[in-house]
């Protein structure tokens, strides 16, 4: 627990200090944070439990990290965690464990991912669907699952490898669906996605 409340320590300050609120002067963004805060914390809210008591829950953050950027979506999962917990009846230290892994982790991971497919792929609109909203999207749930389960207690009666496989199939799920709601961003609302620009994208596709 007290890892888990230093990374959010340090992930809010971080944030907070890039002033992430100027991103909704405009009503570009204003619609897709709103609609995350109000149906968010239902998705937080919904976990699921493997053999020996484990906790998964899909996360959204790579997903708001495209849509909001990485300090907004940081800012954003606090109260959504906040609000999951209390409409799921989540115990709070649980909580933080999920909004640091599930959550910040995972943001941070898809961001570092995300920018080196931004810098080291071609700039073409297929790149940025498949490529940051469905394989990074995998990878840095993957990763974060895999950190969380290595730096955390295992409970009682749960093995590493059962543990590892169920964020590996919590990752594709979470990768197919927020691939598909990127390609229709894309195609409809490329507004909603503050990391998309025509510019990048279209000039050379």
Same mark, same amino acid.
């Given at each position: 627990m007290g890892l888990s409340l230093a990374l959010v320590i340090v992930a809010l300050a971080v944030a907070l200090a890039l002033r992430p609120w100027r991103a909704l002067r405009g009503a570009q963004l204003l #619609?897709? /944070?709103?609609?995350?805060?109000? *149906? =968010?914390p239902w998705? %937080?809210?919904?976990? $699921?439990? =493997?053999p020996g008591g484990v906790a998964v829950q899909l996360s959204g953050a790579c997903l708001m990290v495209l849509m909001l950027g990485w300090p907004l979506a940081v800012l954003s999962l606090v109260p959504i965690a906040a609000l999951g917990a209390w409409l799921g009846g989540i115990a709070w230290p649980q909580a933080l464990d #999920? *909004?640091? %892994?599930n959550g910040i982790v995972t943001a941070t991971l898809a961001l570092a991912i995300g920018l080196a497919t931004r $810098? /080291? *792929?071609? $700039? #073409?609109?297929?790149?940025?669907?498949?490529? $940051?909203g469905f394989l990074v999207t995998a990878l840095a749930t993957v990763l974060a699952g895999a950190l969380s389960a290595l730096v955390?207690?295992?409970?009682?009666?749960?093995e590493l490898g059962s543990i590892l496989l169920g964020h590996w199939l919590?990752? /594709?799920?979470e990768a197919?669906?927020?691939?598909m709601l990127v390609a229709i961003f894309v195609a409809f609302k490329p507004q909603w996605l503050a990391t998309w620009s025509d510019a990048r994208y279209l000039t050379d596709a």
């Open positions: #619609h897709p /944070w709103f609609a995350s805060l109000v *149906l =968010m998705l %937080w809210a919904a976990q $699921r439990f =493997m #999920h *909004l640091a %892994w $810098r /080291w *792929l071609p $700039r #073409h609109p297929f790149v940025f669907i498949l490529g $940051r955390s207690p295992l409970p009682p009666g749960s919590m990752a /594709w799920g197919f669906a927020t691939g």
